[in-house]
T-cell receptor, first 116, second 113 residues
Framework: GAGVSQSPRYKVAKRGQDVALRCDPI?????LFWYQQALGQGPEFLTY????????KSGLPSDRFFAERPEGSVSTLKIQRTQQEDSAVYLC??????????????FGQGTRLTVV | AQSVTQLDSQVPVFEEAPVELRCNYS??????LFWYVQYPNQGLQLLLK??????LVKGINGFEAEFNKSQTSFHLRKPSVHISDTAEYFC???????????FGEGTQLTVNP
């Protein structure tokens, strides 16, 4: 597709449930990022992939959060045993450049996760 | 590490008035600077970016920003706003040698008729 695609757009999870959020980056883009945007806040970095390698996962808030990009294209962000504080919009972005050449990131529309 | 401060959380203006959204940053290394816009229930769209060269940067939709290294600022301006400019605006920085973006908390611009 022409842009970054995320699915589902909306997800309601019961506390304790596991969720998986999907990101389809722009074809051929080397870099992929996940950000978490709490209500009324700016996005906060979670993790970064260059192709299939996860080069930075320092922003993941706990070991309940796990991300993968096994073939260097589609990525999945998994949250285990969801808690209310996980409620946020999860944004995916991709860039044609690798680390050190970041001049632009293209964002998807996000997945709004609500934990009840 | 970097940080970004957007000095105004909300900016109401009338249509066709000029507007300035303020952004200050802190970093111990050289950075790239960005402004993104977010419409309701949408992702982030790049308005403009400063990488190097001229400190006055022009972007889409008539917006421009000026990089001031001595004041560590990157304020966004538009000489005449439209109703359709109503949105959340985010200032962001990235280390030249890095990859992640660090965002400010956002400024809600509301353009009233």
């Amino acid at each position: 597709g022409a842009g970054v695609s995320q699915s589902p757009r909306y997800k309601v999870a019961k506390r304790g449930q596991d969720v998986a959020l999907r990101c389809d980056p722009i074809s051929g883009h080397v870099s992929l990022f996940w950000y978490q945007q709490a209500l009324g806040q700016g996005p906060e970095f979670l993790t970064y992939f260059q192709n299939e390698a996860q080069l930075d996962k320092s922003g993941l808030p706990s070991d309940r959060f796990f991300a993968e990009r096994p073939e260097g294209s589609v990525s999945t962000l998994k949250i285990q045993r969801t808690q209310q504080e996980d409620s946020a919009v999860y944004l995916c972005a991709s860039s044609p450049y690798g680390q050190g050449l970041n001049t632009e990131a293209f964002f998807g529309q996000g997945t709004r996760l609500t934990v009840v | 590490a970097q940080s970004v401060t957007q000095l105004d959380s909300q900016v109401p203006v009338f249509e066709e008035a000029p507007v300035e959204l303020r952004c200050n940053y802190s970093s111990s290394v050289s950075v790239y600077l960005f402004w993104y816009v977010q419409y309701p229930n949408q992702g982030l769209q790049l308005l403009l970016k400063y990488l190097s060269g001229s400190t006055l940067v022009k972007g889409i939709n008539g917006f421009e920003a000026e990089f001031n290294k001595s004041q560590t600022s990157f304020h966004l301006r538009k000489p005449s706003v439209h109703i359709s400019d109503t949105a959340e605006y985010f200032c962001a920085v990235s280390e030249i040698s890095g990859s992640r973006l660090t965002f400010g908390e956002g400024t809600q611009l509301t353009v009233n008729p």
